[in-house]
């Protein structure tokens, strides 16, 4: 099992492992240099290693503040999807886990940041504790430069009396790191599974403050809290010498009172190029914004979806990928991402959106879905369209074999892709793909109305051209009352499924996937198989452990692809 999760992981390990190298790199590297280098030996007397410790935190957070923008760069990462030639096989399932490597690089800030604050405080204490009447030899001598005219001061807090919490408030260095601070925890804590379940809004609002924090981090060295002994100082006052005659400064020659300056700030250097990118992404999603959305048609579904049918100049999509729709009526800020219905052979595009929050909900009564008759299309409210992008979905022709998995409202991704057979067939297009398994399981019976019309007319087809065994498919509802149990059983003897009207029949309950697995792997014993599914964690979690497990060793045998659909 082990050499199948790494025949299926190596890539993705690699470059997490990469990823760590260069950190630690990075870390230690910094570390040794703030503890070797001569010019800031002076700024060692008082501050020890914490120096080390918050220089090399801080170049660590410069590097992933510049990475944790790319993952979520949505046409970045469409258009080197679309790159074939550079982005094939393993590397283009990458691009599918950007937002796990956005997590990551989230965790790596806010440990670096948690090690940059914790240090910065024990420098603050320290640089407080050398200006004590305590305090003798090499660190007093230090602290107490700045007094005199034509001397540079080391040491920020210039009396020992000296409020440090106040002294923090007051630099720019202590403002900024406060509101970077403040920022990175609102964005951490409102990126929670709960809270994004709870209140997709209160996320979105939060994580937009990801704005002051770039800008925090920017400006956070400008103030240069952190000296060191100036390069023309070094020349005139040698300190392997002179640190051991520090009562004979400005007395010997050859050691002249040493001249201090902050370090010029980098960290926007860092992120200068990620955040220009970034704003060329929202600049495109403005333009995209202004663009005409027309809505041919509303249709209100029993089981609270609402089916959209629009059209867009130039709109061009493949099958699985997903938009970003706004309602101005609702909210001028808010995007929310829907996977795509239709077929790219279509002359418009579709989504079916579920009510499941606060904006779905406003969204259904705004478009009139709670009332006997829906709007008239002249009094329908404006949506703003940006897209589309694409997502693993749109790799199910490039395996021989495919096993799309939908649970409930996932479903609908895997709409556009069986639309898209449909007309592959029709035309009689030559496909790669030599079979699709697709797999539902639903709660509600009534969820199966929208969907069951598209795999009736697909399963006439498929049957008229003589490839009945092209797709297979197996719905499976989970919760029914006594009354539907009765009817079911009464009708079960029929040709048809009593739920969707199907040939094949409705199973009842949950699949065992050990059992569905098995039956996969005997079936197509050397093939490479991509297992692709949309729905709940959980579920998810007992897909990737399948599809290690009923992997071949053999890279001859079978091998599961896991690939699961992410906005």
């Known amino acids: ?4 999760w790494i025949l299926n992981e190596s890539l993705s390990v690699i470059l997490v492992l990469s990823w760590l190298g260069v950190n630690l790199y990075l870390f230690i590297d910094t570390f040794c240099w703030y503890e070797e280098e001569e010019s800031f030996l002076y700024t060692r007397v008082i501050l020890g290693s914490m120096l080390a410790w918050a220089r090399a935190s801080a170049v660590c957070l410069n590097f992933n503040c510049m990475l ?8 970045l990462i469409s258009f080197m999807r679309g790159t ?33 604050i914790v240090a910065h405080l024990c420098n603050l204490q320290r640089y407080h504790w050398s200006q004590s009447a305590e305090v003798q030899g090499l660190p007093a001598t230090l602290s107490k430069l700045g007094n005199a005219p034509n001397e540079s001061y080391l040491n920020p807090i210039r009396t020992f009396h000296t409020n440090t919490i106040t002294e923090l408030l007051t630099t720019i260095a202590g403002v900024t790191g406060l509101i970077i601070s403040l920022a990175l925890v609102l964005i951490m804590t409102s990126s929670t599974e709960s809270i994004r379940q709870v209140s997709y809004e209160l996320f979105w609002y939060t994580h937009h403050v990801f704005i002051i924090f770039f800008i925090g981090l920017a400006i956070h060295g400008a103030g240069r809290i952190v000296r060191g002994q100036t390069p ?13 005659h520090h009562a004979q400064w400005q007395k010997m020659a050859q050691c002249p009172m040493p001249q201090f300056s902050g370090k010029e700030p980098s960290a926007w250097k860092w992120v200068l190029g990620p955040v220009v990118l970034y704003a060329c992404e929202r600049i495109i999603r403005f333009w995209r914004f202004q663009q005409e959305v027309v809505i041919t048609k509303v249709v209100s579904h029993p089981s609270g979806v609402l089916e959209l049918h629009m059209k867009k100049r130039n709109f061009k999509m493949a099958p699985g990928q997903y938009v970003l729709v706004q309602c101005p009526s609702i909210s001028w800020l ?40 829906l ?49 592959k067939c029709e035309s009689q297009t030559q496909l790669k793909l030599s079979k699709v398994y697709f797999y539902w399981i639903c709660r509600d019976p009534k969820a199966f109305e929208w969907f069951a019309d598209l795999l009736l007319s697909l399963e006439t087809l498929m049957s008229e051209r003589g490839k009945a065994h092209f797709l297979s498919y197996h719905i499976f509802l989970t919760s029914w009352d006594e009354n539907q149990a009765v009817h079911i059983a009464l009708h079960w003897d029929e040709n048809t499924d009593v739920v969707t009207g199907l040939k094949q029949k409705t199973f009842y309950g949950r699949p065992n996937w050990s059992n569905e697995f098995r039956q996969l792997a005997y079936a197509h014993p050397s093939s490479s198989i991509g297992v692709f599914f949309c729905g709940p964690k959980a579920l998810s979690k007992t897909l990737q452990r399948m599809c290690r497990l009923y992997s071949s060793a053999d890279p001859r045998g079978v091998h599961f692809y896991y690939n699961k659909e992410s906005f």
């Open 334 to 373: 808010e995007w929310h991402p829907f996977t795509l219905t239709s077929a790219p052979q279509e002359d418009f595009f579709s989504l079916h959106i579920r009510v499941a929050g606060d904006w779905t909900e406003a969204l259904w009564k705004a478009f009139g879905a709670e009332g006997q008759a």
């Open 375 to 423: 709007k008239e299309p002249w009094s329908l409210p404006r949506l703003a369209v940006d897209g589309p992008f694409g997502t693993t979905l749109t790799d199910v022709f490039h395996y021989p074999v495919s096993v799309c998995i939908a649970a409930g409202i996932g479903v609908t991704p895997f709409a556009s892709l069986l639309k898209s057979i449909w007309y």
């Open 232 to 244: 023309e100082s070094q020349l005139l006052h040698n300190v392997t010498f002179c640190r051991d």
């Open 1 to 4: 099992m082990m050499g199948c």
């Open 84 to 116: 074939s030639t550079c982005c094939r096989g393993l590397w283009r399932r990458q691009l599918d886990k950007n937002l796990k490597f956005h997590k990551l690089v989230a965790y790596g800030i806010a440990v670096n940041a948690t090690i940059h």
């Open 68 to 75: 944790i923008l790319l993952p979520i760069s949505r046409n």
